[in-house]
């Protein structure tokens, strides 16, 4: 079974600070973890996702995360907000093999302040 | 990658009646997922439609309440039956993408439904 955890429901930053959004995974195999993000009234958007290659993934819009094994995360950071990065944020994980579907995290609403 | 078009964007509907959601993807694909996210919610997997067999459902849900149609490879619908208030959420369609790798899902825009 997988699960994904994602540490804080709403989290506040200044423009031009660092955003952590928090993301714990439990799976008894391999897995591949994504981010993705949802603006409001819209469908879920790929940000970026780990398939076993390079732990730091490099995503869209600046994000980006790492792949800790041994702690079982996958933080998403940005060194620098932007007040259109104002969103809803979901972990997900899924199996490399048989299941395809996603198990989302809660999520994360992040409120960027001027 | 793979572009999905969901109709209705959104409805509301009167309680008791039936909503149908349809979802076709720009490519052919072998499977299809139905996700509901409750309002303030996360994502929760409905069912899996593979074509030219049943849809696989998940615990928490049942076929005679959501029923699935997968005629083809590029397109799927899913059925609200018998709604109540508590089915107000957005339904969204998602397949994993047949290109090298297989690991990215694509998401439609979602349909918002509100149930009166």
Redesign the interface.
Known sequence: AQSVTQLGSHVSVSEGALVLLRCNYSSSVPPYLFWYVQYPNQGLQLLLKYTSAATLVKGINGFEAEFKKSETSFHLTKPSAHMSDAAEYFCAVRSDTGRRALTFGSGTRLQVQP | SAVISQKPSRDICQRGTSLTIQCQVDSQVT?M?WYRQQPG?????IA?ANQGSEATYESGFVIDKFPISRPNLTFSTLTVSNMSPEDSSIY?C?V?SQGS??????????T?LTVV
């Open positions: 499977m997922f919610q996360s994502l929760t997997l899996t969204l998602s994993v790798g297989n690991t990215e899902a694509f998401f439609g825009q979602g918002r």
